[in-house]
């Protein structure tokens, strides 16, 4: 089910779990993230909990995934927003209404890994940081 959420804030519209397919996901991405090189998001989109994406002007400006462990914890992944439309919320808004659908479905922890430099957006979308460990694999 598709459920949409209009914001005169900037033109932007949100939309949880619409329809994406690979091509407008790798233009997204591409203009978005230095050396990003396109994949497929079928298989990642089967096994979401949930995802969002923004709209403007019937064009992709946003999107953030959110991944689940089948149980209590879900993870905020590949949050991107398309760089013409960056400093006006449009991150925290995508993350803030996938932590709702994401409490919605089940979910009661929301996790989200970032760099150091991504600490003040995380914090202006609700997260406290915590310890965590990580491994390369």
Known sequence: MVMSEQASENQIRLEVGPALGDVELNELF?????????????GMLARSLCWVAAYREGALVGFVNVATDGGI?????????????????VGVRLVQRAAQEARSR??????????????????RCGFRPTAAGLMRL
């Not at 591409?30 to 998001?41: E, K, L, N, Q, V």
């Open 30 to 42: 591409g203009a978005s993230w230095p050396d990003y090189r396109p994949a497929s998001f079928s």
């Open 106 to 123: 089940g979910a009661r922890w929301l996790h989200v890994d970032y760099e150091p430099h991504l600490e003040e957006f995380y914090a």
């Open 73 to 89: 914890h879900a993870f905020i992944l590949d949050t991107t927003v398309h760089p013409r439309v960056r400093r006006q919320g």
